[in-house]
């Protein structure tokens, strides 16, 4: 067994196809629309899905919000550099929600940015230990 994706309901589905591109780097790897469903699907990610863990995004036609519920967290992302990361989403106009520093309650250094839909993600350093 392996984990294949995460999907996440948006707003604007362009406006969220480019954040993951532009500002979080991965490359758009399919999209595909369902008339009789009424919604569109997109899948991107850091490499094919025959091999990598994907984020798809989800567009109802016609819904251009949704309410954050209490149980999400967030997504993680492995960077190589959180400072160097976070600077250059801030430069792209991505909102920061914790600039980049050491966690509360070690040493691992992190930071949080908020995608267009309200989405948190955790930048966290490639040195991190996985425990």
């Given amino acids: 067994m392996r984990m294949l994706h995460t999907m996440l309901r948006v707003g604007d589905l ?3 196809i480019n954040f ?3 500002v979080m780097g991965m490359s758009l790897l399919r999209q595909k629309d369902y008339p009789k469903g009424e919604f569109t699907l997109a899948f991107l990610g850091y490499g094919d899905e025959a091999d990598h863990t994907v984020l798809e995004l989800t567009y109802n036609w016609g819904v251009s919000e949704y309410e954050m519920g209490t149980a999400y967290g967030h997504i993680a992302i492995e960077v190589d550099d959180v400072y160097q990361a976070t600077a250059q989403a801030k430069e792209k106009g991505c909102k920061i929600l914790r600039e980049a520093g050491p966690m509360n309650a070690g040493s691992t250094i992190i930071a949080f940015l908020e995608d267009p839909d309200g989405y948190p993600i955790e930048l966290i350093g490639a040195d991190h230990v996985r425990t």
């Fill in 14 to 16: 362009q406006r969220s």
């Fill in 20 to 22: 993951y591109t532009e």
